[in-house]
């Protein structure tokens, strides 16, 4: 049985809590816990700060990205230290033992419930590290696992940006523009729904569709003229263009 | 029994076609198909051009944006002619009958079977003209409908571009990003399918997370720095700073 001290009491650490609490081939040891006055939560003793630390197999960083050095600068000196960020690289980790990365790709909101089993979880484990530990750990949280640099993390979150964050905004700027014409946002939602199925099977290309992609100059006109605010033309323009690109290549 | 001409064959046409061919309260009269040698499909009449088109209650335009004027020009001296574009004003309706607009708001595609009848339908008619041919029309086709003018149309039409092609084209840029680091795609499909299950239920600024909603400067940058492709990067300094600045509201 591997044990862990899990760190941290955000959304993905109360995730793996829960994960983890009680599970065959993993053992919270610790739980560094900022947020509860009880010192025992479903039999794992949990500690307010982490000078009361005890040595581990692991330590999961479940923290804001700026907290890993400093947090990890204070882990006793063995075990695996692991962070979970997709925009840190795994040598920001400072701790004097060796070094690895769980990174769930997801965005995680704390009031959900999330299958964390089916989340991608993308491994990297520092050079001469041998990878048992971070795999048994890894398969305890995952069936979905791919093996990537520090350097592939980061592209990988900046795609995740474009594909969650900005997406989100483009819904806002949807719901907008109903707002400001007495519409009912409720009734794009199907259509969310489908542009998001829809790429579950087809490429991004072979899904789109739409005045840019029928090269339609008029409506693409029409359109942007209807749009008052600067920031949603350009953003309009700047988009539409892509699409029009895009066909010519 | 209400008679419709059904004119078209694309993705809509189609569609309209088999929910319509065998209707306990709407009949097609007749099919304009310029895609088929048939002259008879499912019991029902079709013809290549509008010459042979016989009068009926109503004729559904399901044919490009463009073709609305010319081919509602070529109709019968009576009936009510529906045209089913997001983005052409009712007034763009040539006949001597009366006007009338039903919108689906979905992006179709032929090979997939969409359920009709949960697609939001925005419904519209001219001036005078009794609704009640059009909204029998409406209740064989779907149960989510909603009274729009024809300037609300065109935003309507517009939030979707937002909602649904750049939306798709975000998507696009992530598998981009994917492909130039070999990552794999896929991983981002719960992601995005997340994304869009989430604002089912939260509003678009309740949903959003990422760097530029926690104000993440270092990131940020760091992340622009990564993206080589000058449009792309455009994308991302807008996006990130319309999502900066909904902060500030």
């Given amino acids: 049985m591997l ?6 009491s955000g959304n993905l650490g109360t995730q793996l809590f829960s994960l983890w609490k009680k599970h065959p081939s993993v053992q919270i040891s610790q739980w560094v816990n900022r947020s509860t006055n009880q010192s025992i939560i479903a039999g794992v003793n949990c500690i307010p700060c982490l ?9 999961i960083l479940a923290v804001p990205d700026r907290s890993i050095p400093s947090v990890s600068a204070q882990l006793p000196p063995s075990g695996l230290a692991i962070h979970c960020s997709g925009s840190i690289p795994l040598t920001d980790l400072e701790n004097n033992g060796s070094q690895a990365v769980l990174y769930p790709l997801q965005s995680f909101s704390k009031s959900q419930n999330i299958n ?3 989340i991608p979880l993308f491994l ?5 590290v041998k990878p048992t530990v971070l795999q048994q750990i890894a398969d305890s949280w ?26 989100n905004q483009l819904y806002y700027m949807a719901s907008q523009i109903c707002q400001r014409n007495a519409l009912p946002f409720e009734a794009l939602l199907p259509l969310i729904q ?34 008052a605010d600067a920031n949603e033309k350009k953003i309009y323009q700047l988009l539409s263009q892509a699409i029009l690109n895009q066909e010519d290549e």
Same sequence: chains 1, 2.
């Fill in 51 to 59: 000078s009361n630390l005890k040595p581990a197999d692991a330590y």
């Fill in 124 to 128: 990297e484990v520092a050079e001469g």
């Fill in 142 to 167: 995952s069936y979905k696992q791919y093996w990537i640099d520090s350097s592939q993390r980061q592209q990988l979150h900046l795609a995740a940006v474009f594909a969650n964050n900005f997406t």
């Fill in 194 to 227: 489908e542009t998001a199925q829809k790429i579950q099977y087809l490429t991004p290309i072979q899904a789109q569709t739409g005045p840019a992609k029928r090269n339609d100059q008029e409506v693409l006109e029409k359109q942007q003229s209807l749009l």
């Fill in 116 to 118: 964390l089993s089916e």
């Fill in 3 to 8: 044990t862990i001290a899990l760190i941290g």
